[in-house]
T-cell receptor, first 116, second 111 residues
Framework: EAQVTQNPRYLITVTGKKLTVTCSQN?????MSWYRQDPGLGLRQIYY???????DKGDVPEGYKVSRKEKRNFPLILESPSPNQTSLYFC???????????????FGEGSRLTVL | QQQVKQSPQSLIVQKGGISIINCAYE??????FPWYQQFPGKGPALLIA?????SEKKEGRFTISFNKSAKQFSLHIMDSQPGDSATYFC??????????FGAGTQVVVTP
């Protein structure tokens, strides 16, 4: 089954304790991205990657890191989490075709993070 | 600063009624306008999408209307059903760019 898998789905942590949210896709997509969803703000892009070893900042990258060492994986790293990073996080992927910005985004089921 | 403005934030509609969600954008370079549907506890999923060379696209009970001159597009859900209760996001992008999402609309369809 084609899917984007995120782990953990739920996490409660404390300020300053490094954490990693993993993301893996089995559709051989070149493009992967992380979003955070907050009430009234919709989906805001944190980082994206057009291919292996190619990553770039989205709209709200502060406090986050990413890496893309393999095509299928795109982990999100919070080096020193703070309470304002409490949010619902989504990983997504899609093909990069002729119309590079267009095309269906496939989302994971989300990771709800609480930072105390 | 959101590049795509979506309204209303929420709406309640009776079963069989019409749900209408509106979005407006500023960037005239946008050329792809999708709508995503999100059920509680799930990630968003593509519902329907339109390009600016057409003014309307219909898929089943879901219709996108697009007004290029006004820089607006809308989603109409005809004969709304309780199973349509979800959060709907409009979005826009240009071909080489990233999707910009609206703030979302929570739709509740009452029996």
């Amino acid at each position: 089954e084609a899917q984007v898998t995120q782990n953990p789905r739920y996490l409660i942590t404390v300020t300053g304790k490094k954490l990693t949210v993993t993301c893996s896709q089995n559709m051989n997509h070149e493009y992967m991205s992380w979003y955070r969803q907050d009430p009234g703000l919709g989906l805001r892009q944190i980082y994206y990657s057009m291919n292996v070893e190619v990553t770039d900042k989205g709209d709200v990258p502060e406090g986050y890191k990413v890496s893309r060492k393999e095509k299928r994986n795109f982990p999100l790293i919070l080096e020193s989490p703070s309470p304002n990073q409490t949010s619902l996080y989504f990983c997504a992927s899609r093909n990069v075709g002729v119309l590079r910005g267009a095309g269906e985004l496939f989302f994971g089921e989300g990771s709800r993070l609480t930072v105390l | 600063q959101q590049q795509v403005k979506q309204s209303p934030q929420s709406l309640i509609v009776q079963k069989g009624g019409i749900s209408i969600i509106n979005c407006a954008y500023e960037n005239t370079a946008f050329d792809y306008f999708p709508w995503y549907q999100q059920f509680p506890g799930k990630g968003p999923a593509l519902l329907i999408a339109i390009r600016p060379d057409v003014s309307e696209k219909k898929e089943g009970r879901f219709t996108i209307s697009f007004n290029k001159s006004a820089k607006q597009f809308s989603l109409h859900i005809m004969d709304s059903q309780p199973g349509d209760s979800a959060t709907y996001f409009c979005a826009a992008s240009y071909s080489w760019g990233k999707l910009q999402f609206g703030a979302g609309t929570q739709v509740v369809v009452t029996p």
